[in-house]
């Protein structure tokens, strides 16, 4: 399967962004960043019908993941950023939903080139 993460871009704190992945809708679909000289760590998660969702501690209340199977796309909202989430944002599209488990990096998931997401103080 191939992924493409879109939407990136510059901002100020406060700011807002909608990143988009094309995934089939039979994947569960996980976001993830990694921010320079830092190793990749998972923000969001969401199952392959939209009905569950898994969020880190660091963006809870301020991202959103949903999705659209009509038009296999999975979304990422950002909102309030802050420049500690400047980073390259990947969606990785993985067969099954584990909920807290999403993030773990022993799960097999399939990647897409990033998008680049820059937050200005």
């Known amino acids: 399967v191939q992924l493409q993460a879109s939407g990136g871009g510059l901002v100020q704190a406060g700011g807002s962004l909608r990143l988009s992945c094309s995934v089939p809708?039979?994947?569960?679909v996980g976001w993830f960043r990694q921010a320079p000289g830092k190793e990749r760590e998972g923000v969001s998660c969401?199952?392959?019908?939209?009905?569950?969702?898994y969020y880190a501690d660091s963006v809870k209340g301020r991202f959103t993941v949903s999705r659209d199977n009509d038009k296999s796309t999975v979304y990422l909202q950002l909102n309030g950023l802050k420049p500690e989430d400047t980073a390259v944002y990947y969606c990785?599209?993985?067969?099954?939903?584990?909920?807290?488990?999403?993030?773990?990096?022993?799960?097999?998931?399939?990647w897409g080139q990033g998008t680049q997401v820059t937050v200005s103080s």
């Open positions: 990785g599209a993985v067969l099954s939903y584990l909920g807290a488990q999403c993030f773990d990096s022993r799960l097999e998931y399939h």
């Open positions: 809708s039979y994947y569960a």
């Open positions: 969401i199952s392959s019908g939209g009905a569950s969702t």
